[in-house]
């Protein structure tokens, strides 16, 4: 096994933008909106990229190698985590998605709690995280006037912050931000606001599911310094773990049995070394790290996310 990547899978979207090119050779024309990194879902499987594996489809390739690949307590029928980017040239609709009950009864998928790293942000950028001074019926009253805008907790954004988007939490990202998203592998969303476009809104579905005691959390985790690196823990929860690795120089690592991880690079370049193989990791790239790898060293000056599934 070594560090798996992935084609990126690009996805067209009204309010995306061209800001990947800042770090991406390969994007296509249009609106990009997002970038699938490490996917294995019905609307996108991502297909392997380097090394020996290169061409194989995820969900093939699971298949065929089973726990090596995503761990020994990691479901081999569907992959519990995807690892995206977005990159907004306008306003996303104000939306939110449903638990994992809620999600399994009426649309057949997980549920969708995901984290939110601001890779990159313009001056006053802001996002939406959750909502303010309202309660569901006068949110609902609000929806029907076309005045949701003022029970919208907004907030500005920079580089380096992290948000966690639990299910039934109301968010939006706003313009101008490239955000890394560590999701739970689902692809619901229901909106409930969309500034005026002419596209479906999900009222009662979103009002079904919205928890509107939940507030907004920038995840920073408590750091801690070590020869050549810092890490710090950014969330744990049930369904995934997401830890913040600064490195000065290198960092030496290795694999689960019980689990893959994903690396995702939010600033900074480097490499990737292990036994037999040396691979180049830079800002936007992610790797799967199969459960077999063994260890492994990350050299260079870099900011890696190390994101798991919790099992």
């Known amino acids: 096994m070594y560090p798996i990547r992935f084609e990126n899978l690009y996805y067209e979207r009204i309010w995306g933008g061209r800001d990947l090119i800042d770090f991406r050779d390969n994007l296509p024309d249009?609106?990009?909106?997002?970038?699938?990194?490490?996917?294995?879902?019905?609307?996108?499987?991502?297909?392997?990229?380097?090394?020996?594996?290169?061409?194989?489809?995820?969900?093939?390739?699971?298949?065929?190698?089973?726990?090596?690949?995503?761990?020994?307590?990691?479901?081999?029928?569907?992959?519990?985590?995807?690892?995206?980017?977005?990159?907004?040239?306008?306003?996303?609709?104000?939306?939110?998605?449903?638990?994992?009950?809620?999600?399994?009864?009426?649309?057949?998928?997980?549920?969708?709690?995901?984290?939110?790293?601001?890779?990159?942000?313009?001056?006053?950028?802001?996002?939406?995280?959750?909502?303010?001074?309202?309660?569901?019926?006068?949110?609902?009253?609000?929806?029907?006037?076309?005045?949701?805008?003022?029970?919208?907790?907004?907030?500005?954004?920079k580089k380096g912050d992290c948000f966690l988007i639990n299910s039934g939490l109301i968010h939006a990202i706003c313009e101008g931000v490239i955000i890394a998203e560590i999701q739970q592998n689902s692809d619901v969303t229901y909106?409930?606001?969309?500034?005026?476009?002419?596209?479906?809104?999900?009222?009662?579905?979103?009002?079904?599911?919205?928890?509107?005691?939940l507030q907004c959390e920038n995840l920073k985790g408590e750091e801690i310094a070590f020869d050549g690196y810092k890490k710090s823990l950014l969330c744990k929860n049930e369904y995934f773990g997401i830890e913040k690795l600064t490195i000065a120089e290198t960092l030496e690592d290795s694999s689960d049995s019980d689990k893959f991880a994903i690396l995702t690079c939010v600033e900074g370049e480097g490499i990737i070394e292990g036994n037999g193989y040396s691979e180049k990791i830079k800002i936007g790239d992610s790797y799967l790290i199969p459960a077999a790898l063994g260890t492994y060293e990350i050299k260079g000056k870099l900011t890696v996310l190390k994101s798991y599934p919790v099992v």
């Open 191 to 213: 909106r409930v606001y969309d500034y005026g476009r002419p596209r479906e809104i999900h009222v009662e579905k979103a009002l079904a599911v919205t928890n509107f005691e």
């Open 30 to 157: 249009g609106n990009i909106g997002e970038s699938w990194d490490i996917a294995c879902h019905p609307n996108g499987t991502g297909i392997v990229a380097n090394g020996e594996f290169k061409g194989i489809r995820f969900d093939k390739l699971i298949k065929e190698y089973g726990t090596s690949v995503v761990g020994t307590k990691v479901s081999l029928e569907k992959l519990p985590l995807l690892v995206k980017l977005i990159n907004s040239r306008e306003k996303l609709s104000v939306q939110v998605h449903p638990g994992d009950e809620y999600a399994a009864k009426y649309e057949g998928d997980y549920g969708k709690t995901e984290a939110w790293y601001v890779v990159d942000a313009k001056p006053d950028a802001t996002l939406i995280v959750g909502t303010k001074d309202c309660t569901k019926e006068e949110f609902e009253e609000a929806i029907k006037l076309g005045e949701v805008e003022k029970y919208l907790n907004k907030i500005e954004v």
